[in-house]
């Protein structure tokens, strides 16, 4: 699935044809943070959680690739030691390979096969802060925040779009010598949401408290997250936000194979040599070499 290969495309795409009657049954939970928030430590705890509640648990880790071989950096399934080892949990870090948004291209595939293999919850852990935000939110049902328990500084680094991207701000490492100022904290957040808008008209961005360490908080969140999703449910929402993620994936996918198709093109390739000499030559600027490579290819 992950393959760039002409042929491995065309028979992934003929594998998720097949697949997509046993798709869609799945919780699919978004997970980010700044890093040393502490993602894979709480994902461990929560895939603990609900192994123990019988749940089968896929996890799908992106990390930043490296430039040289295009694999992952960080193998988050190093730092899952114990998750790891359990017969009802998958762990796939993928490199970004370069896609913008630090969310793999193939995530969505890769979540669809999962979904068809029978787990029951997805987590999608994205790198960090950034981009990122955006595109886990167009793919999941429950998009989740960690926080530091350190809120003034926190919040200064905190664009408003992402907040009001969250389902969910967990202030995570909410132990020891900590545990004060994760409350304090928590209020802070709180009322830095009054400005934020939530996802959804009357759903109110929940504000908790966790230790990945110690597991406090972590079922009350698993709770908060199933009530959370059957309201959505129940208000007729889940399946709308699933029918408007086909059509932006749709539209994505669509984007990718032109701008495929287009610096693929011998005219294209040929445009391009022509236009960099002149460049360089100083006899044509950036925009207008750039608007005739476009319009050639049109034609």
Known sequence: MESTRKEDFEQAQKIIQKIIPETGKSIRIGITGVP????????????????????????????PSSPYTGGSILGDKTRMQELSKHERVFIRPSPTSGTLGGVSRKTRESMMLCEAAGYDVILVETVGVGQSEYEVATMVDFFLLLMLPNAGDALQGIKRGILELADMLLVNKAEGEYLNQAKMAVNEYKNALHFARPRYEGYDVDVRLCSSLTGDGIPETWQAISAYIDRLKSDKLFDLNRKNQLLQWTRRLTEELLLHSFWNDESTKTAWQKATTEIQNGKSTPLKSGKKIVDDFRK
Request: charged share 15%.
């Open 36 to 63: 040393g928030v502490g993602k894979s430590t709480f994902i461990e705890a929560l895939g603990n959680h609900l192994v123990s509640m019988n749940f089968k648990v896929a996890v799908l880790a992106v990390d």
